[in-house]
């Protein structure tokens, strides 16, 4: 949905869109000449009348409608002038603010771009060629799409930081009623969805088992502090094969995506710093934390889990048929969930739509009724692992035009966010020297 996505998204928008502001000025026709001028200046940096125009010609481009008109265009012309100065104001903040981004941290997206627009036009020399055109180079326009990348992220911490905790302004039913209808258009066809709580059950290993994955973790923890490589013996002996095969990284993630005993220990860890061993439902981890950023942490680790016999799984399964028979008597889901250490996060959830389940819930929920018990089925089963799942359907909704209601408090948080963005950037373009000459 678009007006659903988070405000700071959208406001990095001008900045991803395309290579605007770094392209080169367009040619002068023939018989004119390009007259060049400075239209703003924002803190130590300069807006130019040829990246404005250049601005208007790729709209032009992308079929959005452009006045012809010349107060028409001068109008349209300052909008994209004051957007702009909005952004440099924003990354003149952020990078004041100390906030920095590395190429790396946005070349995985630069290069999605390049590849979405490659497939586009159909093979890398067309789109060489149309580069050509508009007098870039493939890498020039690598370097522009990665700058904007970068500066989209430093735009995105700032407000991060400065609206963590930030006491939310008061929003009224008709500013609610108003956006609804204003971007009602836009939202698509609402997704069907289900709600519903469930209990998971894992194999329990044995005790010799967990004996023996806790010695080999204590030697891999030895390995390390005399001098081994964390990504090589991640390769090696991770039970964790995704993020093994990439020396552990785990990438960047928040409070509330790790299992707790996990977020626990990397949150109270400092960059550089290696874990002792840290047990969770999947095994003993050692823990590498990287980089932080605001609330965000970067690591890598080693997942060392006990062995998971066939006899280990079938008990399992013989469990979670006796907690099916249980739950179909009536017994309480949060209480079986609790009694067999179902994780919080992980009890269920609400309108939750059905194509981002995994496939397993899928099929599982697709002729369910409201009120029916539905399991056990097998869930995430890998060489390493398996569990089952079973699940009370309390409420599902078909697919359908979406309602005020179905997104009221999503649109109350969209608006106090925009609301608390306008007062940002206010402030901080009053601390910063902007000088419009237009």
């Given amino acids: ?18 290579p605007t502001w770094a392209q080169r000025p367009s040619a002068p026709r023939a018989g004119e000449e390009l007259v060049d001028r400075v239209v703003a200046v924002v803190g130590d940096t300069v807006l130019l009348l040829s990246e404005v125009q250049s601005e208007i ?26 957007d702009r100065i909005r952004d440099l104001v924003l990354i003149q903040a952020a990078r004041r603010e100390g906030i920095v981004v590395e190429n ?65 302004p008061a929003v009224t039913e008709a500013e609610i009623a108003s956006f609804f209808q204003a971007q009602r258009a836009s939202l698509g066809e609402r997704p069907a969805t289900v709600s519903f709580e469930q209990v998971i ?60 005993p996990f977020e626990n220990a990397v949150y109270g860890m400092r960059p ?21 950023r605001a609330g965000e942490r970067q690591a890598r680790h080693i997942l060392i889990g006990p062995e998971i016999t066939e006899a280990d799984k079938a008990r399992a399964r013989a469990r979670a048929d006796s907690v099916a028979t249980a739950l179909r008597g009536g017994a309480s889901v949060s209480a079986l969930a609790e009694r067999y250490g179902t994780p919080a996060d992980q009890r269920g959830g609400e309108r939750v739509p059905l194509d981002r389940l995994p496939p397993a819930y899928t099929t599982a929920f697709a002729t369910a009724s409201p009120g029916a018990i ?34 009221r408090e999503q649109v109350r948080g969209r608006i ?19 000088d419009v000459q237009l």
Avoid at 206 to 219: G, I, L, N, P, Y
Avoid at 416 to 434: C, D, F, G, N, P
């Fill in 57 to 82: 010609q790729r709209l032009q481009a992308a079929g959005q409608p452009v006045p012809q008109d010349p107060a028409g265009r001068d109008a349209f012309a300052r909008d994209i002038v004051e």
């Fill in 104 to 168: 790396s941290e946005v070349a995985a997206q630069v290069e999605q771009q390049i590849g979405e627009v490659r497939r586009r036009f159909g093979s890398e020399t067309a789109l060489t060629a149309a580069l050509a055109e508009s007098g870039l180079t493939l890498e020039e326009y690598r370097a522009t799409l990665t700058q904007q990348a970068r500066d989209a992220a430093l735009t995105q911490r700032l407000f991060q930081q400065r609206l963590a905790g930030a006491a939310r």
């Fill in 272 to 292: 550089g710093e290696t874990s002792g061993l840290v047990e969770t439902e999947f095994g003993f981890h050692i823990i590498r934390l990287e980089r932080i």
């Fill in 1 to 18: 949905m678009l007006f659903m996505r988070p405000l700071i998204a959208a406001c990095c928008g001008l900045l991803l869109a395309s």
């Fill in 416 to 434: 106090q966010e925009q609301k608390m963005i306008t007062e940002m950037v206010a402030e901080l373009r009053r601390s910063i020297h902007v």
């Fill in 374 to 407: 539905v399991g056990p089925f097998e869930i995430a089963p890998t060489p390493e692992t398996s569990a089952w799942a079973l699940a009370r359907l309390s409420a599902r909704q078909a697919a359908g035009e979406y309602t005020l209601d179905d997104v």
């Fill in 201 to 260: 059950v894992r194999p329990e290993t044995s005790a010799d088992a967990r004996a023996a994955a806790r010695k080999t973790a204590e030697d891999v923890l030895r390995q390390l502090g005399t001098g081994g490589d964390f990504a090589v013996l991640a390769r090696r002996f991770s039970a964790d094969k995704g993020s093994g095969e990439r020396g552990g990284e785990l990438g960047w993630f928040r409070r509330g995506q790790m299992v707790r």
